[in-house]
């Protein structure tokens, strides 16, 4: 099948219709993860003026590692609504993958290795089934992600009966705690995933037909490109990589918690959001994503750092993903508004 030329990336046509003989610095003040990246800037200066701990190896390290368990989810769900889709479910399924990392485990007496790979493949397996559904069924994909986000819930708590599994191998704790030249192994492994899926992105063909799906399916269609391939492909590596966040947290705590994950969706949804990636799809770049993960790190690790009662983290959550979506809508307005 003959396949078209797939349009590049939005942030891409912005600055290719941008004046000949801009310079590299305008371009960079016109992006739209410039913004973004600022914030984390003065947030993490603010910070670490107020609380100079805050800026200590120790903490920066602790925030490395709690990155890296919200940055793979909001990856993976970034990927998800470049497609015009979006995934409900990597937070409820994270925890049901903790779940049943320790169980195949402990429970079913499987090596840490191949309980890691059965974990990965069922919740490869419900990524495949959320594609389906979407293309082959035409399935709201918020109807159909929430069914899982329920029933993934509820099977943590089923095969746990509400009690976490202890007694996991220590390599889960090998994989979450080690550290590469003083740096959390968990953060060099969201480094190269976020690489990797900035390479997918900008550097491939595929990547690009991503974009050109999320941004107009019918025009994707007529080009050729086969969009249903590619929405599954991103709903399967949504849940391949809520299932790796659910390793990452599992050797972090040392054992098979059921209570993990609730909420953690909304921390993916506000992430990407923030850093720059439309709601209906087609546009957002992995720079932005990786910079709304590290400020919602920063706003959460910020807090805690100021003595601020926990109970107010859900609400500054809440205001800061109102703005971004407030954001993404002004944006796209103008960007209607230019034709």
Not at 31 to 43: H, I, K, M, R
Not at 52 to 58: D, E, M, N, T
Not at 104 to 113: C, D, Q, R, S, Y
Not at 185 to 206: D, G, K, Q
């Amino acid at each position: 099948m003959s396949t078209g030329t797939a349009p590049a990336p939005a942030g891409k046509r912005e600055q290719s219709g941008s004046i000949a003989g801009e310079s590299a610095l305008s371009r960079l003040a016109r992006s739209p993860e410039v913004g973004v990246v600022v914030a984390c800037v003065l947030l993490f200066t603010g910070l670490a003026i107020a609380k100079p701990a805050f800026a200590g190896a120790v903490n920066l390290q602790n925030m490395g590692a709690d990155l890296a368990q919200y940055g793979v989810i909001a990856i993976g769900e970034s990927l998800v609504i470049l497609t015009g889709g979006i995934d409900l479910s990597v937070g409820a399924l994270l925890g049901l993958s903790v779940v049943l990392a320790a169980w195949f485990n402990v429970k079913a007496g499987m090596p840490a290795g191949l309980a890691i790979l059965c974990t990965l493949a069922l919740t490869g397996l419900v990524g495949w089934v959320h594609g389906l559904a979407v293309t082959k069924l035409a399935m709201p994909p918020f109807v159909t992600t929430l069914v899982t986000y329920t029933v993934a819930q509820g099977a943590s708590l089923a095969i746990t009966s509400g009690i976490p599994v202890v007694g996991i191998s220590s390599l889960f704790g090998d994989l979450s705690q080690t550290f590469v030249a003083q740096v959390p192994l968990p953060a060099a492994l969201f480094t190269v995933i976020a690489i990797a899926a900035w390479f997918f992105l900008e550097r491939t063909y595929a990547g690009r037909q991503v974009y050109a799906v999320g941004g107009n399916k019918e025009a994707a269609r007529l080009a050729g490109i086969r969009g249903d391939r590619r929405i599954i492909a991103m709903y399967v590596t949504s849940s391949l990589l809520a299932g790796f966040g659910g390793v990452l947290v599992a050797g972090r705590m040392g054992v098979g918690s059921p209570t993990v994950g609730v909420g953690w969706e909304l921390s993916a949804i506000a992430a990407a959001v923030i850093g720059g990636v439309s709601l209906v799809g087609g546009q957002g770049r992995i720079l932005g994503i990786v910079a709304g993960a590290v400020l919602l790190e920063l706003i959460n690790d910020g807090m805690i750092a100021l003595a601020v009662n926990a109970d107010y983290t859900n609400i500054v959550l809440g205001v800061v993903l109102g703005l971004a979506i407030l954001a993404d809508r002004l944006r796209a307005r103008r960007l209607s508004r230019r034709g």
